[in-house]
């Protein structure tokens, strides 16, 4: 039996897209795979009122169950409103690797999916993205398509390299598959560990900065394609504070290196309205648990060390709402 996800109280992308290309933000696109992570993503976006994309990747589908994701969504649509502000809530697809997977998760109550046909032929890119856009139409779900390939790993996403976008396909691709948004390469990547050290520069910090993203494309393909709605994956920043905090406390984490956060920022203010951030958000959960169970050697009462996690991710998204994407004040 199909689920609608208008019936769970969630909205598609298509209005809350068109007010961030005009309004000069990206709206968050969060991952999250358990209750902490969508308890701290709708207090920090209440809180900031800021409209925000729940995104479920495939990795989380099968961790999670489908079922119990959908009634997930609907309880924070509840528990946004029980927190005081009704702020656009969409339930996104996150890499969807097929057909069968996109129709199953419209199906049951997504109100948004992405088909990556990324590392396909460019013809078969089309026809499957095609193939998908025609079937979510029909119930008014959201598709956002890919073109180029970033490198790097996330759950079961994995690439070796990463292939520009190239901004003379971006017309016909959008043309020939009805996408609602366009996923785009320009140097951003999948993982904690976006860059080799070989391909960054040391700072007077000793830190390691990555090279800067392909902004000429992106400007390219805004030419080409004019308030059409532009997606970034793979855009954590790493914090460094988390990795210390992990790597303190027993972890053991090397050369991580993320996003210049002033480089999301002018994204943002671009055409660019949708930002992806998930490996954050798991450095941040890592380093609050690593640290309680450091501290705590006897502490066995998940509450103890998941909680204040939940608190260092809460503070984390109303940063980057506030401070990176723009998006507070937006709901």
């Given at each position: 039996m199909m689920t609608s996800?208008?019936?769970?109280g969630l909205v598609n992308t298509k209005e809350m897209f068109a007010k961030a290309v005009t309004g000069g933000y990206a709206i968050p696109a969060y991952n999250f795979n358990n209750m902490e992570q969508l308890q701290a993503i709708i207090q920090a976006c209440v809180e900031t009122k800021s409209p925000v994309i729940l995104q479920v990747s495939r990795g989380a589908r099968d961790y999670a169950n489908i079922n119990l994701l959908r009634n997930m969504a609907r309880g924070s649509v509840e528990y946004a409103n029980e927190l005081g502000c009704d702020i656009p809530i969409t339930l996104h697809l996150d890499h969807g690797d097929s057909f069968e997977t996109c129709k199953e998760c419209i199906d049951n109550g997504f109100s948004s999916v992405m088909i990556d046909g990324s590392h396909f032929s460019y013809e078969e890119n089309v026809a499957l993205t095609k193939k998908v856009v025609e079937y979510a139409h029909q119930f008014d779900v959201t598709v956002e398509g890919e073109l180029g390939v970033l490198a790097g790993i996330e759950d079961d996403v994995v690439a070796e390299h990463?292939?520009?976008t190239r901004p003379e396909e971006v017309?016909?691709?959008v043309t020939k598959t009805g996408v609602?948004?366009?996923a785009i390469s320009i140097g951003t990547s999948h993982g904690a560990n976006k860059f080799k050290p070989a391909q960054c520069t040391l700072n007077e910090q000793g830190v390691l900065i990555p090279p800067p993203l392909r902004f000429d494309i992106l400007e390219e393909i805004e030419k080409q394609l004019p308030g059409f709605p532009i997606v970034l994956h793979g855009s954590s920043s790493v914090p460094m504070e988390y990795v210390n905090m992990i790597n303190q406390y027993g972890g053991d984490l090397k050369d991580s290196v993320g996003i210049?956060?002033?480089?999301?920022r002018k994204a943002a203010l671009s055409a660019v309205c949708k930002i992806n951030i998930d490996s954050d958000g798991r450095l941040a959960m890592t380093a609050a648990i690593r640290k309680v169970l450091a501290e705590k050697p006897g502490e066995f009462d998940p509450r103890k060390y998941i909680g204040p996690a939940r608190t260092e991710l809460k503070k984390m998204y109303m940063h980057k709402n506030i401070n990176v994407l723009g998006s507070a004040d937006h709901a």
């Amino acid at each position: 039996m199909m689920t609608s996800y208008k019936e769970l109280g969630l909205v598609n992308t298509k209005e809350m897209f068109a007010k961030a290309v005009t309004g000069g933000y990206a709206i968050p696109a969060y991952n999250f795979n358990n209750m902490e992570q969508l308890q701290a993503i709708i207090q920090a976006c209440v809180e900031t009122k800021s409209p925000v994309i729940l995104q479920v990747s495939r990795g989380a589908r099968d961790y999670a169950n489908i079922n119990l994701l959908r009634n997930m969504a609907r309880g924070s649509v509840e528990y946004a409103n029980e927190l005081g502000c009704d702020i656009p809530i969409t339930l996104h697809l996150d890499h969807g690797d097929s057909f069968e997977t996109c129709k199953e998760c419209i199906d049951n109550g997504f109100s948004s999916v992405m088909i990556d046909g990324s590392h396909f032929s460019y013809e078969e890119n089309v026809a499957l993205t095609k193939k998908v856009v025609e079937y979510a139409h029909q119930f008014d779900v959201t598709v956002e398509g890919e073109l180029g390939v970033l490198a790097g790993i996330e759950d079961d996403v994995v690439a070796e390299h990463s292939t520009y976008t190239r901004p003379e396909e971006v017309i016909d691709f959008v043309t020939k598959t009805g996408v609602d948004s366009l996923a785009i390469s320009i140097g951003t990547s999948h993982g904690a560990n976006k860059f080799k050290p070989a391909q960054c520069t040391l700072n007077e910090q000793g830190v390691l900065i990555p090279p800067p993203l392909r902004f000429d494309i992106l400007e390219e393909i805004e030419k080409q394609l004019p308030g059409f709605p532009i997606v970034l994956h793979g855009s954590s920043s790493v914090p460094m504070e988390y990795v210390n905090m992990i790597n303190q406390y027993g972890g053991d984490l090397k050369d991580s290196v993320g996003i210049p956060e002033e480089q999301l920022r002018k994204a943002a203010l671009s055409a660019v309205c949708k930002i992806n951030i998930d490996s954050d958000g798991r450095l941040a959960m890592t380093a609050a648990i690593r640290k309680v169970l450091a501290e705590k050697p006897g502490e066995f009462d998940p509450r103890k060390y998941i909680g204040p996690a939940r608190t260092e991710l809460k503070k984390m998204y109303m940063h980057k709402n506030i401070n990176v994407l723009g998006s507070a004040d937006h709901a």
